[in-house]
C-alpha cells in the first residue's frame, strides 16, 4: 500500500486517539477500517475494485500500529514531504499531539526526523514511475540466457517485472541493505540454479579472490538455451576456496579446465562454483565425442547401457557403451549409434549417492537413462545401476 495511504492513516489515527503507546487488544479496528475508507479514496477503490479485502487493511493496519515510523523509513518518500511549508505544518500537529497526550515525545521525534529524511528520495521515486517496464521485460528477454531460463521456469512476465523493479529500488539505495551493510562487490542478487559442466581454456585467475575467467568451449546443464549463450564467451567463475584453490594453482593459463557450476546469474555472465560436485581440475582439449556429446541419432532415448566407466567424479559418469537396449517408449532413431562411443551421465546425487560412491575407472556397469530434452547434451540416470561382472 502506498506511503501516502500510510501518512494519511498516522494523521487520522492519532487525531482519533489511536496513539502508539496503546494496547492492540484494545483497539476497535472494523471501526479504524471503517474511518479509514472514509479518509482514503484510494483504499476505498482497492476494496470495490477486489485488489484487497478487509482484512488485507485491518493486518495492514495492525502491522503498523506501534512500528509505523520505522516502517515509514523503509518506503518511498511520503507525498509534499519535500515541502517545507507542510512540514513545518506537519511538526506542528505533532507539537500539538504530544501536549494533548495522543502522541509521546519519543514517537513524535521519530515521525519528524523520518519525514526530514525522505526529501531526498522523493526524486529517485518519480523516476521509477517514469520507466517504461514493458520495455525493460522486452530488453531483459532479448537475452537468450535469460530467456532461457525464465521459460523454463515458468515465470510470468509481472514478476519478471516485479524483479526488474526491485532491482532499480536497490540501485536507487546506493547498495545499502536493510540493516545499512553494503552489497558486496560482485554480488550474485540475480543468480539462480545452475548446475552444469563447463569445459574450457583458462584465462585468467585470481587466487586470492578463488575467481576466474574460462574462454567456454563446451557446456552441459538441462538449459540448452544458456548452454549456447556461454559457449564461445568468456566468463567469470567465482567462489573457489579451500582444496579446490591448490588445484587451480596448478593450471596455467591457456590449459583446458574442467568444472562444476552451482549457479548463474544472467546479468553480470558470472558463475558460481558448484562445491557439491567437487569438480575443478586440467582436462583435454574439448572434443565433443570424449566428452561424451550424444549423437544426433541417439537423443531421445530411454533404456539400459552398459559399458565401461571412464571417469566418474561430480556424481556424473562417463560411460564408454559397450551394448544399448532401449525402451518401449524410447525415442531416439538409432539406439546403437552410441555404441563404441562415451556418454555421460548425470544425476547420480539422490538415490544413487552410495553406490555412486563405489564407483571407480574401469568398473562395467548397467545403467537405466533418460534423455528428457533433445536439445540438451544432459543425459539422466533414472532407477537401475548395477556393476557387471
Request: proline share 2%; aromatic share 8%.
Amino acid at each position: 500500500m502506498k506511503t501516502t495511504n500510510l501518512f494519511l492513516f498516522l494523521l487520522f489515527a492519532v487525531s482519533c486517539g489511536y496513539t502508539f503507546a496503546q494496547d492492540r487488544a484494545k483497539v476497535d479496528w472494523d471501526a479504524a477500517y471503517k474511518r479509514l475508507l472514509e479518509a482514503d479514496e484510494v483504499v476505498r477503490k482497492k476494496i470495490d475494485s477486489g485488489q484487497a479485502t478487509k482484512e488485507d487493511v485491518i493486518n495492514w493496519l495492525k502491522n503498523q500500529k506501534g512500528d509505523a515510523a520505522k516502517q515509514l523509513g523503509k518506503k518511498e518518500s511520503a507525498a509534499n514531504a519535500g515541502n517545507a511549508k507542510d512540514l513545518t505544518a506537519f511538526k506542528n500537529r505533532l507539537a500539538e499531539l504530544v501536549k494533548s497526550g495522543k502522541l509521546s515525545k519519543a514517537d513524535a521525534a521519530k515521525l519528524a526526523a523520518t519525514m526530514e529524511s525522505k526529501g531526498a528520495v522523493k526524486g529517485e521515486a518519480k523516476k521509477e514511475d517514469l520507466v517504461d517496464w514493458d520495455a525493460e521485460y522486452e530488453k531483459l528477454m532479448a537475452n537468450p540466457t535469460a530467456r532461457g531460463w525464465i521459460e523454463k521456469q515458468g515465470i510470468s512476465k509481472a514478476e519478471v517485472i516485479e524483479f526488474l523493479k526491485g532491482k532499480a529500488v536497490s540501485k536507487g539505495s546506493k547498495g545499502k541493505t536493510k540493516g545499512g551493510k553494503g552489497v558486496k562487490p560482485g554480488g550474485r542478487m540475480g543468480r539462480f540454479q545452475f548446475y552444469s559442466l563447463v569445459i574450457g581454456r583458462l584465462h585468467s585467475k585470481d587466487i586470492e579472490l578463488g575467481e576466474l575467467e574460462i574462454d567456454v568451449d563446451y557446456v552441459i546443464s538441462e538449459y540448452p538455451e544458456v548452454n549456447s549463450d556461454l559457449i564461445g564467451k568468456r566468463v567469470k567463475l567465482v567462489g573457489v576456496s579451500g582444496q579446490f584453490i591448490d588445484a587451480l594453482l596448478k593450471i596455467k593459463r591457456g590449459e583446458t579446465i574442467k568444472v562444476r557450476t552451482g549457479n548463474f546469474n544472467p546479468e553480470t555472465r558470472v558463475l558460481g562454483f558448484g562445491y557439491k560436485f567437487h569438480v575443478l581440475e586440467r582436462t583435454a582439449p574439448f572434443k565433443p565425442g570424449d566428452f561424451g556429446v550424444p549423437p544426433k541419432e541417439f537423443r531421445g532415448f530411454s533404456g539400459e547401457l552398459i559399458g565401461k566407466i571412464v571417469e566418474a567424479v561430480g556424481y556424473e559418469v562417463l560411460l564408454e557403451v559397450k551394448e544399448s537396449n532401449p525402451a518401449d517408449g524410447s525415442q531416439a532413431k538409432d539406439a546403437a549409434s552410441i555404441v563404441g562411443k562415451r556418454i555421460r551421465i548425470a544425476g547420480f546425487f539422490n538415490q544413487h549417492s552410495d553406490a555412486f560412491s563405489d564407483l571407480s575407472e574401469g568398473d562395467e556397469i548397467r545403467v537405466s537413462v533418460t534423455h528428457r530434452d533433445t536439445k540438451s547434451d544432459s543425459i539422466d540416470v533414472t532407477d537401475k545401476l548395477e556393476t557387471v561382472e
